[in-house]
T-cell receptor, first 114, second 114 residues
Framework: EAGVAQSPRYKIIEKRQSVAFWCNPI?????LYWYQQILGQGPKLLIQ????????DSQLPKDRFSAERLKGVDSTLKIQPAKLEDSAVYLC????????????FGDGTRLSIL | GESVGLHLPTLSVQEGDNSIINCAYS??????FIWYKQESGKGPQFIID?????DKRQGQRVTVLLNKTVKHLSLQIAATQPGDSAVYFC?????????????FGKGTLLTVNP
């Protein structure tokens, strides 16, 4: 089966600019996650969707980050305006169920803020 | 702070030796655990998982051991190969209430010397 697809792979922007990331999960996976991974650390959950509804966005900086999954398949994550500390890899993952099923990750988007 | 941690941040082994990567978790209510392998520039790759009603699970060249008494998880890799060089993360899943959240540790860098 095809894995989780993410684009772009790399993005360089200046602080205060906006940026958007796209994710296409594994076909049939109802649960979709966005993670932020800072260099040298494990991934940190930003937001979790079940179909097109938000299950958990408690760690999403809502003043600048937003995410949507309008049709319950693809998802976009946006940052506006970006700050220097947003430099990280943004990973998308999906799973067939949020309960005791492994999450499968894409290769992420590496974001650099100048 | 992190609820999942690793005892050893780096591990260096000779090709052909067995590797053991350890992980401590703090949430006694966690009921599902996953080991991921992350190579440079890629997303975390699922290796093996284990549910809390088990204490051992084997895959191809990998074994995960779970000791709930001391809240300890380990990943054993048999006959380690250069392709096993990567960062390994353990992750715990807490499924209390209606939210199921996967929490990652900081990772262990495994280096396999030829």
């Amino acid at each position: 089966e095809a894995g989780v697809a993410q684009s772009p792979r790399y993005k360089i922007i200046e602080k205060r600019q906006s940026v958007a990331f796209w994710c296409n999960p594994i076909s049939g996976h109802a649960t979709l996650y966005w993670y932020q991974q800072i260099l040298g650390q494990g991934p940190k959950l930003l937001i979790q969707f079940q179909n097109n509804g938000v299950v958990d966005d408690s760690q999403l900086p809502k003043d600048r980050f937003s995410a949507e999954r309008l049709k319950g398949v693809d998802s976009t994550l946006k940052i506006q305006p970006a700050k220097l500390e947003d430099s990280a890899v943004y990973l998308c993952a999906s799973s067939s169920s949020p309960i005791n099923q492994p999450q499968h990750f894409g290769d992420g988007t590496r974001l650099s803020i100048l | 702070g992190e609820s999942v941690g690793l005892h050893l941040p780096t591990l260096s082994v000779q090709e052909g030796d067995n590797s053991i990567i350890n992980c401590a978790y703090s949430n006694s209510a966690s009921d599902y655990f996953i080991w991921y392998k992350q190579e440079s520039g890629k997303g975390p790759q699922f290796i093996i998982d284990i549910r809390s009603n088990m204490d051992k699970r084997q895959g191809q060249r990998v074994t995960v051991l779970l000791n709930k008494t001391v809240k300890h998880l380990s990943l054993q890799i048999a006959a380690t190969q250069p392709g096993d060089s990567a960062v390994y993360f353990c992750a715990e899943n807490y499924s209390g209430g209606s939210n199921y959240k996967l929490t990652f540790g900081k990772g262990t860098l495994l280096t396999v010397n030829p």
